[in-house]
T-cell receptor, first 113, second 113 residues
Framework: NAGVTQTPKFQVLKTGQSMTLQCAQD?????MSWYRQDPGMGLRLIHY???????DQGEVPNGYNVSRSTTEDFPLRLLSAAPSQTSVYFC????????????FGSGTRLTVV | SQQGEEDPQALSIQEGENATMNCSYK?????LQWYRQNSGRGLVHLIL?????REKHSGRLRVTLDTSKKSSSLLITASRAADTASYFC?????????????FGEGTQLTVNP
């Protein structure tokens, strides 16, 4: 089924550990983004990409790295996990033209202890 | 800071009633989008309205946009229990084109059977 696939769905990390959240889409979308969702704060943009090889920082990029080597994949790396990074993470993708909305993945619930 | 702010934060109605949610934003936009999020799930795109449009319909949804007041409203007519969800507005700013979405904090809608 076409869409945005995120793995894992759940993850518990210890403070200081690193990990990569995976995101893949099969719709040939140029735009991809990572958001975090915290209670009462809506969704905040972490990093985004407008195409393979091109990434940029969003609103809350500290502590996270991204790369975009292919159109399909946009992994998010946590360098050294902190309790403040406990959140639900969503990956989303879209065509470039402004008349399209974004397709979201089902999310990764991350807990840092 | 969040670009969009939804009002009310929570809304509880009876099945069959109409539900109206409002969104205000701060800077010039290319378009404004509405998303729905069921509990524990990813966001689903509902409707997009461009800055040069004033009203748009999709099924039981009606969206209006007033760029002079920097505000939008989402009307759900003849609500159903299945409409229970959080609803978010998101803006694409003129200066960032389609690569970034900025979300509000959402309205939690409860439709009682």
């Amino acid at each position: 089924n076409a869409g945005v696939t995120q793995t894992p769905k759940f993850q518990v990390l210890k403070t200081g550990q690193s990990m990569t959240l995976q995101c893949a889409q099969d719709m040939n979308h140029e735009y991809m983004s990572w958001y975090r969702q915290d209670p009462g704060m809506g969704l905040r943009l972490i990093h985004y990409s407008v195409g393979a090889g091109i990434t940029d920082q969003g609103e809350v990029p500290n502590g996270y790295n991204v790369s975009r080597s292919t159109t399909e994949d946009f992994p998010l790396r946590l360098l050294s996990a902190a309790p403040s990074q406990t959140s639900v993470y969503f990956c989303a993708s879209s065509y470039t033209r402004d008349s399209y909305g974004y397709t979201f993945g089902s999310g990764t619930r991350l807990t840092v202890v | 800071s969040q670009q969009g702010e939804e009002d009310p934060q929570a809304l509880s109605i009876q099945e069959g009633e109409n539900a109206t949610m409002n969104c205000s934003y701060k800077t010039s936009i290319n378009n404004l989008q509405w998303y729905r999020q069921n509990s524990g799930r990813g966001l689903v795109h509902l409707i997009l309205i461009r800055s040069n449009e004033r009203e748009k319909h999709s099924g039981r949804l009606r969206v209006t946009l007033d760029t002079s007041k920097k505000s939008s409203s989402l009307l759900i007519t003849a609500s159903r229990a299945a409409d229970t969800a959080s609803y978010f507005c998101a803006t694409q700013l003129k200066e960032t084109s389609g690569s970034r979405l900025t979300f509000g904090e959402g309205t939690q809608l409860t439709v009682n059977p």
